[in-house]
């Protein structure tokens, strides 16, 4: 059956179909005071050419 057919089926009988809720991730934490990571670089010696430290978002523990 197509979903118009449905729709038509339900309509009739007098019944809606329930919608599912949108997804909505949740990305950041409101807490200021929480940190996401630490930074590993402080205190660590200063790069001197091209390709010697390379960042990431992901921590992994």
């Known amino acids: ?3 118009w057919r449905i ?5 009739a009988a007098g019944l809606r179909a329930q919608q599912p809720r ?3 991730p ?3 934490d409101s807490d200021p005071s929480v ?4 930074n590993l670089l402080l205190g660590q010696p200063a790069a001197t050419a091209p390709n010697q430290v390379w960042m990431g978002d ?4």
Do not use: I, K
């Not at 729709?7 to 309509?11: D, G, H, P």
């Open 26 to 28: 949740r990305t950041t």
């Open 1 to 3: 059956m197509g979903r």
């Open 58 to 61: 992901h921590l992994f523990t």
């Open 35 to 38: 940190r996401a990571a630490p």
């Open 7 to 11: 729709r038509w089926a339900l309509a």
């Open 22 to 24: 949108s997804f909505v």
